[in-house]
């Protein structure tokens, strides 16, 4: 009965992305383009419910950054000042939303606190935000991973609702129900978290330890010698900037800084600072 449930409750999920994907690529006729070879995505709101549960869900606060590609109507900046203190960007390719967005912060009460630029998604500069929202094309959100992950700081958070992104596995998967259907959407919405990893590929070395990393955005696997010995790594982990790794007999947390993770090492219930560094 349970997975009888389970399985009817896929298939409207299932069914309301497709009608969100379905109304998203109608409207896409526009001829004005974005960007070639990319049409330009159109104005589908993101629901209120979802909205709230997109910037709970990324854990923003006042001390955040937001910044919002394909803004719309402002809706996300605006609450992400209002209800979690935050300041804000919003970005669009459309000046006439632009203007209803600065007019709907102004009702709102929180104009000092957010922008709205006419800009397109890809010429904006990342470098400061901490939580990214996003509600595009599944295209432009490929097309975006790379100026995600490069520009981004290490422990951002990215938020998208209705569609993932192609390889990069969400650190979260939430269903979010709609008070409010819209028949395009479904009543049913899904959101995507990711957490952006610090890079830490590579050969890096420091006390009597040697490490060697693969790493496939936030899944790491480390080979590892101690004193010249390999040692066993069973458990190891890449959040945000926060790295930890462990085996029989010993832990190590970490926080990766540029070239350097600075940590403490717990060996045999003693703990000391282990600094390593990343070999060129």
Avoid at 68 to 78: F, K
Wanted: aromatic letters at 6%; zero cysteines; a positive charge.
């Amino acid at each position: 009965m349970v997975a009888r449930k389970r399985a009817a409750q896929d298939r409207r999920v299932a069914a309301a992305l497709i009608l969100a994907a379905s109304a998203l690529l109608a409207l896409a006729a526009d001829p004005l383009r974005a960007q070639d070879p990319e049409v330009r995505a159109p104005f589908v709101t993101t629901p209120e419910d979802v909205v709230a549960r997109m910037l709970a869900l990324a854990g923003t606060g006042p001390a955040d950054y937001v910044v919002d590609l394909g803004s719309g109507d402002g809706r996300i900046v605006i609450a992400a000042a209002r209800l979690h203190g935050a300041r804000a960007l919003g970005v669009d390719l459309d000046g006439a939303l632009v203007r209803l967005s600065r007019e709907n912060a102004e009702r709102a009460g929180v104009a000092s606190l957010v922008q709205f630029e006419e800009r397109d998604v890809f010429a904006t500069d990342l470098s400061r935000a901490t939580v990214v929202t996003l509600y595009l094309l599944p295209s432009l959100i490929d097309r975006l991973q790379p100026k995600l992950l490069e520009e981004l700081p290490a422990g951002a958070r990215i938020v998208s609702h209705a569609f993932p992104m192609k390889g990069w596995k969400p650190d979260r998967i939430e269903r979010v129900r709609i008070a409010s259907v819209d028949p395009r959407q479904g009543g049913e919405s899904v959101i995507f978290l990711w957490i952006v990893p610090a890079q830490v590929r590579g050969a890096w070395g420091g006390a009597d330890w040697t490490l060697r990393v693969q790493q496939n955005f936030q899944e790491i696997e480390i080979d590892a010698e101690a004193g010249g010995r390999p040692v066993a790594v069973t458990q190891a982990r890449i959040d945000g900037d926060s790295i930890s790794f462990s085996g029989e007999g010993f832990a190590y947390r970490g926080r990766v800084r540029a070239d350097a993770i600075v940590g403490e090492l717990t060996r045999n219930g003693r703990a000391s600072p282990v600094s390593l560094f990343r070999k060129k």
